[in-house]
């Protein structure tokens, strides 16, 4: 089934979940966008609260706000997003806050953006709250507010790699907060911040909070402050290698393990490789 060039316009709604129900992998909305408001509990979104469709040139100014998978587009996504964006802001109690998708499992997300505001509680990003899903050409200029696992572009980076992407709002946190990401466990590439970055507990960094896995060709230049475990590019690094990379943003930090690339490395010095910055290990 396809849907095109389908308006929702001035929508206010209060929801317990869904705005659009749950649909078949071959489907296909294109070219559709909806405006207002949207109020819910769970899986809530712009445009679609839990999505299975393939969704083409689709978008949301909608305001969000709900408790747990709060996306501007949508809330929960298992299928491919391209050229899509929101620019409403979004606001969860609960887990899984996005710009764009609260919680995106499987799929791919490409050439999408979001504008709006986000705060949460655990796991928010400018984009995306939870990432499990391939994620290339994509951005987020709005500021993020969270508490833990909080991100200019994504809350938790799982699975699949991050490419060609940036973010450029301020972030601020508790702990595992980053300019990109919050935390990472798989690879990004080609990828930088702008914005500056504020924690006021450990693991903190102005690209990824704690990162595990590889950064290639990234940067970061806003300043970056903390208490503990605190980096310019990265708060916390445990495994893989990072080349190419650079931060230029002040860094400070009111405990241990702070520098001006990487805060605390798990790794030898050997393996933070062509990095521009400095780096103390504890």
Known sequence: MEL????????????????????????????????GSVTGEYKVGG???????????????????????????????NSELTYCHSTGSVSGT????GGLVGYSDGGTTNYCYSTGSVSGTKYVGGLIGFKDSHLQYCY??????????????????????????????????????GGLAGSSYSDIEDSYTV?????????????????????????????VSGNSYVGGLVGTHDYNDVKYCYSSGSVSGTGDNVGGLVGKNGHTVAEILLGYGYLRNK
């Open 140 to 177: 987020s200029t709005g500021n993020i507010r969270g508490g833990s696992n909080v991100g200019g572009l994504i809350g938790h980076n799982n699975h699949n790699t991050l490419r060609d992407c940036y973010s450029t709002g301020s972030v601020s946190g508790n702990s595992y907060v």
């Open 94 to 97: 609960s887990w899984f806050a």
């Open 195 to 223: 914005g500056n970055v504020l924690g006021t507990g450990n693991n903190v960094g102005g690209l990824v909070g704690e990162n595990k896995s590889k950064l290639t060709y990234c940067y970061s230049t806003g300043s």
């Open 47 to 77: 445009l679609v609260g839990k999505n299975r469709y393939s969704l083409q040139h689709c978008y949301s100014t909608c305001s969000i706000s709900g408790e747990d998978s709060v996306g501007g587009l949508v809330g929960e996504n």
């Open 4 to 35: 095109f060039h389908f308006t929702i316009k001035n929508v206010n709604l209060f929801l317990r979940q869904y705005l659009i129900g749950v649909t078949s992998g071959s489907s296909t909305m294109i070219n559709c966008y909806t405006t």
